[in-house]
Structure formats: C-alpha cells, structure tokens
C-alpha cells in the first residue's frame, strides 16, 4: 500500500464514505489508512467494521496490516450511541497521540441495534451530527462508512446532514433540534405519579415492574443522577415493564444544552456523580424536550 506525507492535520475532521459493495469499502479505507499510517505523531490507525470485511481489508494491506488495528465492530459497538461515544472518547483518552491524533474508520452495525428502529437511528443520527462538537477540541480523524445496502437510502440521506464532507451539511445544534421536534407519545396508560422520596419511589416501581434487583438499582441510580442535574422537579411518572421500564422527570427549568449528557468526563470510572453522561451510558434513551415552562425528560431503561 503506497503512503503519503503530504497530510498536515490540525484540527478535527469528520468524514463520511458510501458503498454499495465490499470492494468499495476497501478502496475507501486503503487511502485513508494510508495516510494515518503516514501522519507523523499518530499512532495506529484503527478500522471497526463487519468481520469479513476486515478479512479483505487484512488481505488488501499486505504487509501494512500488523501496523493497523483490525476490530470487528461487534467488539466497538456494544450497546446505544451515547455508549459510542463514551468508546470513542475512552480511546482518544488511552491510545491516541498528541491532541487526539488518530485516524480511526468506524461503520456501524445498521443491520443490528442502529437500524432496529426509526428511534434507535435517530439516535446514531444525533450522534455523528454531535459528534462534530463532541470531538471538535481534538485532531482526530474519522471516516464513518455507510453500507447502503444494510443502512439504505434514508439513513445514509441522513447522515450526510452530519458529515462537514457531503455538501449538505447541517449545523449540528440544528439537526440535533430537529430530531427533537418529532413529537413524543403521551406517557403509558399504566403511569403512575411517584411520591417523594423519588429514589425509593422509582426503585420499588421499577422491581414491581419487572426489573430484576439489580437492573432496578442502576435504573434508580440513573434517573436520581438526572434529578441531582436538573435541579427541582415538579413530578415524575413511572410506567411500562420489563426491560422497557420509563421514568419521565418534569423539571422547572430548561435543558437548553444539546450536549447535555454526552460531554465525557475525566474520570474513566463510571459514576452517578457524573449526572446525565451517567444516566446516558445507562439508559437505552434519554430524551429531553424543552417548552416554555420547563423540560421533560424522559429515561427508558433497556
């Protein structure tokens, strides 16, 4: 594979490349590799994609491919995108050079939990537009590849809005607003209105609702985690079962940050101190909805 020493990285850059076939994948990534394994100061660009795919990618490096790291995306993508972006941002911590530097490929598992759903998609949509901002004090590089024969038509249009590269790029702090119009249902039909004390409150309906001790517990954690960011509350709901227990939070105030919940923190460890980056990497969805009087928020566990 020929490399190249022309690439000045300075800044963030976010990409995006669409195929429609295997070999187009690889030709994608070949030069994009190439010119991480030539930029100086980086360490070893990394690829996340569908095993047998890193298998052709393994055989068209040749040589150069025990100077990338293979990982099969089963292995990155373990759970919701607010779970992604922690990966990321763990990994720019631990194994990037000097200001994030790292050329890293990524393509999402579309057939499996990011393109279950019109919801779970507009989650992975929210964030590669954040992304943007997420990562904007880093030198990293990314490419997100889209396989449009599992992503399709739709979701590979969306995400060209959060690519800078596409020509049709939308500021993220719109699209993220965007994704937020789509209106909310009412809550369920079995909701309850909590008492205080709300920990205990959510923990008893959680179990009595299905969730086993121990998933109650860490739901509990994550919805006191967003009470403690909030500040006060004038009610909370608690409905649905097992796994899909929700807890909807009314607050005084606006959430007004788009990136609330996503900032990572400098602790590596997990904590509910974190507050919502905390209820995010616990709960399947977060969704807040600022109005005139306040916000709702709602937190759906599994």
Partial sequence: MTRTSSFDHRAFDHRMAVFGADDAFVAAALP??????????????????????????RDALGGDARHVRLIPHGDWYTGSAANAVAQVAGYLDSRAGSDGRVHLLTEPDWAGRAGR???????WIRYEALANLLFAPTAATFLCAYDIRTAGAAIVGAARRAH???????????????????????PGSDAVLLPQPYPAAVRARAAARGLAPADAELFTEAVTAALASLGP???VLLWGRAPAVVCELRAERRVDDPLAGFVPPPGAEL???QGLWFTRQVCAYVDMRDDAKGATIRL???
Wanted: aromatic share 4%; charged share 20%.
């Fill in 271 to 273: 904590e509910p101190a």
């Fill in 233 to 235: 509350v004038t009610g």
């Fill in 164 to 186: 800078p590269d596409t020509g049709v790029y939308e500021d993220p702090v719109v699209l993220a607003a965007e994704l937020d119009a789509v209106a909310q249902g009412p």
């Fill in 32 to 57: 994009f590799l190439a010119e991480g394994l030539a930029a100086p100061g980086e360490p070893p660009p990394v690829t996340v994609a569908a095993p047998e795919r890193l298998d052709l990618l």
């Fill in 300 to 302: 759906q566990y599994g």
């Fill in 117 to 123: 759903s019109t919801r779970e998609t507009a989650e």
